[in-house]
């Protein structure tokens, strides 16, 4: 069953047990815009617990909230009664609801106008009580009511504006776009986990360079990420980067950014300079041209920072951290030795994120896609097992032979890698025989 089908399945169940029910919300506005929603949700003056009675698989993630979901195997649909919010003291949730029979009174305490339309599955005919259609014949997001209500209820809001704006090319009406300005430094009260999802998704959404622009315009960006506000004016040597300073390049980069990137790479684009403007060192500085000495090995514990303080998993932190700390390496691969051509293009996710990093990054600068060029053709001609070979000796040989792990027995692993890498050893018996060798008897055995 599709998420679609379910709604219009609660729609009839609850109309037939006398409530009212609409579709509600951005699966509404999609709908009217020709586009797919991604989910549904129903509203009606059912209430939560004649709403489970109605539906026996169906969970309570919010009943005090009014919020029920309604499950069918892989699918769901949330369900929400009609009410009115009073209060919001922590800038997220209502102090206290109070359900009502009205749909129009459901509707006066959404966020945006094209967000407030609700839709008789049935029927079709389409509940309007704030000029959402007319918004979204027009290209604006507006909030509903009074748009500083709007931001204190849920700060998150603001973010959420630019999103709209930027994934529909839309306008931010000038109204909720001052309330946005003078509200921009209250963003931090959002928690970081939602802060962080928001943001993924201005990355992701197709529309990631609109989208920043508008945060920066809004005053959101130095509020959020002052480390990314920072880029802008700062020069880079126009040999390299004719585009113009870090800010107009990383705004290249998203641009060219493909919609639904992972989440890493996208954070990675976002990230990749952000060492840049505490390096800058100007040609004056340097005496030859400007340069940022160091940027990358900063820019990854920036990178980190950010992550860390954004509540980022302690994977998608490593990944992000090794996309930035290794982005210059690519200028370096035609004098790379061959084990370390190999243990660079093995890098987790070498060739989903690291190479379409390396990618924007020469297309949004000098767009010489040499060493691009070059990673493609040695993997596609380098077979895997020679890329990646089974270890010719383990840490199990070296302690039959009577090593013991430490900084020698990490050594002796190294060095044989490296010779299996670059081909000078092949089976396992000319590593064996290295080992004995090379490390003579008695160092670091036990």
Same mark, same amino acid.
Not at 373 to 399: A, H, S, Y
């Given at each position: 069953?599709?998420?679609?089908?379910?709604?219009?399945? *609660?729609?009839?169940k609850?109309?037939?047990?006398?409530?009212?029910? /609409?579709?509600?919300?951005?699966? @509404?506005?999609?709908?009217l815009?020709? %586009?797919?929603?991604?989910?549904?949700?129903?509203?009606?003056?059912?209430?939560?617990?004649?709403?489970?009675?109605? &539906?026996?698989?169906?969970?309570d993630?919010? #009943?005090?909230?009014?919020?029920i979901?309604?499950?069918?195997?892989?699918?769901?649909?949330?369900?929400?009664?009609?009410?009115?919010?009073?209060?919001?003291?922590?800038?997220?949730?209502p102090?206290r609801?109070?359900?009502?029979?009205?749909p129009?009174e459901?509707?006066?305490?959404?966020?945006?106008? +094209?967000?407030?339309?609700m839709?008789? @599955?049935e029927?079709?005919?389409?509940?309007?009580?704030?000029?959402?259609? !007319?918004?979204l014949?027009?290209?604006?997001?507006?909030? +509903?009511?009074?748009?500083?209500? %709007?931001? %204190? $209820?849920?700060?998150?809001?603001?973010?959420?504006?630019?999103?709209?704006?930027?994934?529909?090319?839309y #306008?931010?009406?000038?109204?909720?776009?001052?309330?946005?300005?003078?509200?921009?430094?209250? *963003?931090?009260? =959002?928690?970081?986990?939602?802060?962080?999802? $928001?943001?993924?998704?201005l990355?992701?959404?197709?529309?990631?360079?609109?989208?920043?622009e508008?945060?920066?315009?809004?005053?959101?960006?130095?509020?959020?990420?002052?480390?990314i506000?920072?880029?802008?004016?700062?020069?880079?040597?126009?040999?390299?980067?004719?585009?113009?300073d @870090?800010?107009?390049?990383?705004l290249l980069?998203?641009?060219?950014?493909?919609?639904?990137?992972?989440?890493?790479?996208?954070?990675?684009?976002?990230?990749?300079?952000?060492?840049?403007?505490?390096?800058?060192?100007? #040609?004056?500085?340097?005496?030859?041209? *400007?340069?940022?000495?160091?940027?990358?090995?900063?820019?990854?514990?920036?990178?980190?920072a950010?992550c860390?303080?954004?509540?980022?998993?302690s994977?998608?932190?490593?990944?992000? $951290?090794?996309?930035? #700390?290794?982005?210059?390496?690519?200028?370096?691969? &035609?004098?790379?030795?061959p084990?370390?051509?190999k243990?660079? =293009?093995?890098?987790?996710?070498?060739?989903?994120?690291?190479?379409?990093?390396?990618?924007?990054?020469?297309?949004?600068?000098?767009?010489?896609?040499?060493? /691009?060029?070059? =990673?493609?053709?040695?993997?596609? !001609?380098?077979?895997?097992?020679?890329?990646?070979?089974?270890?010719?000796?383990?840490?199990?040989?070296?302690?039959?032979?009577? &090593?013991?792990?430490?900084?020698? &027995?990490?050594e002796?692993?190294?060095?044989?890698?490296?010779?299996?890498?670059?081909?000078?050893?092949?089976?396992?018996?000319?590593?064996?025989?290295f080992?004995?060798?090379? /490390?003579? $008897?008695?160092?670091?055995?036990?």
């Amino acid at each position: 069953m599709t998420a679609r089908e379910l709604a219009t399945d *609660i729609c009839g169940k609850l109309h037939a047990a006398g409530f009212q029910a /609409y579709l509600v919300g951005g699966c @509404v506005r999609d709908l009217l815009l020709g %586009r797919e929603p991604e989910d549904y949700d129903v509203a009606t003056d059912a209430h939560p617990a004649r709403v489970q009675e109605l &539906f026996a698989s169906s969970v309570d993630v919010g #009943a005090r909230f009014g919020v029920i979901l309604v499950l069918a195997n892989s699918t769901q649909v949330e369900v929400a009664t009609f009410r009115s919010d009073l209060g919001y003291s922590d800038g997220r949730h209502p102090d206290r609801v109070e359900y009502s029979n009205s749909p129009e009174e459901d509707v006066r305490r959404r966020d945006f106008t +094209i967000n407030g339309l609700m839709m008789n @599955v049935e029927t079709q005919q389409v509940l309007d009580f704030v000029g959402g259609r !007319e918004d979204l014949r027009e290209g604006i997001i507006r909030a +509903i009511g009074t748009p500083e209500v %709007r931001f %204190r $209820e849920d700060r998150l809001r603001m973010a959420r504006a630019v999103r709209f704006a930027a994934r529909f090319g839309y #306008a931010i009406e000038p109204g909720t776009f001052a309330a946005i300005v003078a509200a921009a430094p209250h *963003i931090t009260a =959002v928690s970081a986990e939602r802060l962080r999802d $928001e943001i993924t998704k201005l990355l992701t959404e197709g529309a990631a360079r609109r989208a920043f622009e508008l945060l920066d315009e809004s005053s959101l960006l130095n509020a959020c990420l002052p480390e990314i506000a920072a880029m802008k004016g700062v020069a880079q040597p126009p040999e390299f980067h004719p585009e113009g300073d @870090v800010w107009i390049h990383t705004l290249l980069m998203l641009e060219q950014m493909p919609p639904r990137a992972p989440a890493t790479l996208a954070w990675a684009v976002l990230l990749h300079d952000v060492g840049k403007p505490p390096t800058f060192r100007s #040609a004056q500085e340097t005496g030859d041209r *400007i340069r940022f000495d160091g940027h990358a090995e900063l820019g990854a514990r920036m990178a980190s920072a950010i992550c860390r303080r954004l509540r980022f998993s302690s994977d998608n932190i490593e990944q992000i $951290e090794a996309l930035v #700390a290794n982005h210059l390496r690519f200028k370096d691969v &035609f004098q790379m030795r061959p084990a370390t051509l190999k243990r660079f =293009v093995t890098l987790p996710r070498f060739e989903e994120e690291h190479l379409p990093l390396h990618r924007l990054d020469c297309l949004a600068s000098h767009g010489n896609l040499d060493a /691009y060029e070059f =990673v493609q053709r040695f993997l596609r !001609e380098t077979p895997p097992e020679e890329v990646r070979p089974p270890r010719l000796v383990t840490g199990e040989d070296l302690k039959a032979m009577g &090593f013991r792990p430490g900084p020698l &027995f990490k050594e002796i692993l190294h060095a044989v890698e490296e010779g299996q890498l670059e081909g000078r050893l092949i089976r396992r018996e000319d590593a064996l025989d290295f080992v004995k060798r090379q /490390y003579r $008897e008695g160092s670091g055995l036990c």
